[in-house]
């Protein structure tokens, strides 16, 4: 367990290295924001017993990289992790076993930022992207897309911090998406469309390259 955590956290920190490599006067600015939030879990309905499923609201974790491109606007890169559980409620059988339940979200997008104040910006962002479930013994991939916004402070050039909320909408294929739960194998058919998650997030934003 504390070897996969170490992957996912060094993810973003590799991919931000790749993009940055040695950044000349006047590149293109780059910045990369590990962060630390909380995220709503979300629910979905079997759609044989009726059953409501619930994701456990629960910590995140992950990494945010922005390539500076023209216009005060920037190419995104993120991932966050959420490890939590999965709960039913309702349905045929009263009670159904808790499963360990981990959802890590990738997404790509555009960001735009406006000036507010010297060191205080606001921003807006959309991307797309996939989400991905976990359990014991079995995971499913998913289309998402994003959006959200917040507020960057800069007291120094290249580090600052940022505050951040964020959407998601998770596709669900209503014919495919399965979770086992339980010694007894239940099975699950999700009859949701979408999933919707929202997630708030705080991070230290490092920026390298741009005019000097």
Request: hydrophobic residues 40%; proline residues 5%.
């Amino acid at each position: 367990m504390r070897s996969a955590w170490l992957v996912r956290l060094a993810i973003p920190t590799l991919l931000a290295t790749c993009l940055l490599g040695p950044s000349p006067a006047g590149a293109q600015e780059v910045s990369l924001t590990p962060f630390a939030g909380f995220r709503l879990g979300g629910s979905m309905t079997d759609y044989y017993s009726g059953a409501e499923f619930d994701i456990s609201d629960d910590w995140t974790y992950g990494g945010i990289v922005d390539i500076g491109i023209p216009g005060g606007r920037a190419i995104e890169l993120l991932y966050s992790h959420q490890g939590t559980e999965l709960t039913a409620r309702g349905g045929v059988t009263p009670t159904i076993d808790t499963v360990d339940f981990d959802v890590d979200l990738w997404q790509a997008g555009v960001m735009q930022e406006k000036p507010l104040s010297p060191t205080v910006a606001g921003y807006g962002v959309g991307t797309l992207g996939v989400t991905s479930f976990s359990w014991p013994g079995d995971s499913s991939t998913r289309f998402s897309l994003g959006f959200g916004g917040g507020v960057k402070v800069f007291p120094t050039k290249n580090v600052g911090l940022r505050f951040d909320g964020r959407g998601y909408v998770t596709f669900v294929d209503t014919d495919a998406a399965y979770v086992g739960a339980g010694g007894g194998g239940l099975t699950v058919s999700f009859a949701s469309d979408a999933i919707f998650q929202a997630e708030f997030l705080a991070g230290v934003t490092f920026r390298f390259g741009g005019t000097p």
